[in-house]
């Protein structure tokens, strides 16, 4: 018997999946509980339909992250910091400080998603990664200049 789950079944399948099993276990298990429903073409083709608007979705969302990363690459942002020596910096330039920097230019950017290996401690021109996806991550110029 074809059903479509409705949930995650452990060493079933995932929700939404369509599965051949046996009636038995469809009728006495899956389907008492909730867990699936009978894979009727009518069904079957809601679910493709499903499928199809999320990959859809996900395709434009995915596409929003690359333009949002080519307009930061394009964009340089400055953090003014009080120097304590000749090119040294008062203190030193954290990710919130750049994250500030870059709301301030008008990107929605959370300090976690600064990806700063080490605060900066002197005066210059840096490139920082700035993750906006899983696999996506731009690389923003940043400038530290005195004040």
Known sequence: MKVIL???????????DLLDVSEG??????????LAYIATPGNIKKLE???????TAKERELQAVHDLKTKME???CTVVRKSEQENRLYGSVLAPDIAEALVAKGFEVD?????LIEPIREFGIYTVPVRLGPDIVAQVKVWVVKE
């Open 25 to 34: 276990h469809a009728r006495n298990y899956l389907l008492p509980k909730n």
């Open 49 to 55: 339909d499903e499928k199809h608007r999320e990959e």
């Open 74 to 76: 394009g964009v340089s």
């Open 6 to 16: 409705r949930k995650d079944v452990e060493k079933l399948g995932k929700a939404r």
């Open 111 to 115: 300090k976690k998603q600064v990806e």
